[in-house]
């Protein structure tokens, strides 16, 4: 289960904070470890498991690899989400209730 895969990638901190910093753009390995106390062999496992997932894609330029999101991840995130989106509405309203009964 794919979905499975995304959610342990990013269950992990250094791995969620990895992937924020390349929403914001395509970056090497070296570039990534900048403000992060992580070792070039952890940044390799940890992009490894972000690229096992669908989440990250590279891209060899000379003898760089530079890292960017995989739009294709973020869209199965989006669509695990729209299942759930549909029930929040209707689940607030009967919390919303619950809540007014309580307080009488």
Do not use: C
């Not at 289960?1 to 959610?7: C, K, L, V």
């Not at 900048?34 to 989440?55: C, E, Y």
């Amino acid at each position: 289960m794919i979905e499975h895969d995304i959610f342990r990638a990013l269950a992990d901190s250094t791995r969620r904070t990895i992937f924020e910093k390349l929403a914001n753009g395509s970056m090497n390995a070296s570039a990534l470890r900048k403000g992060m106390d992580i070792s070039q062999p952890a940044m390799s496992q940890h992009l490894a498991v972000l690229r096992a997932a669908g989440l990250v894609r590279e891209q060899k330029e000379g003898r760089f690899v530079n890292y960017e999101v995989d739009p294709d991840g973020l869209a199965l995130i989006a669509q695990w989400l729209a299942k759930y989106r549909a029930y929040w509405p209707a689940r607030i309203d009967a919390l919303k209730l619950l809540l007014k009964d309580m307080d009488q």
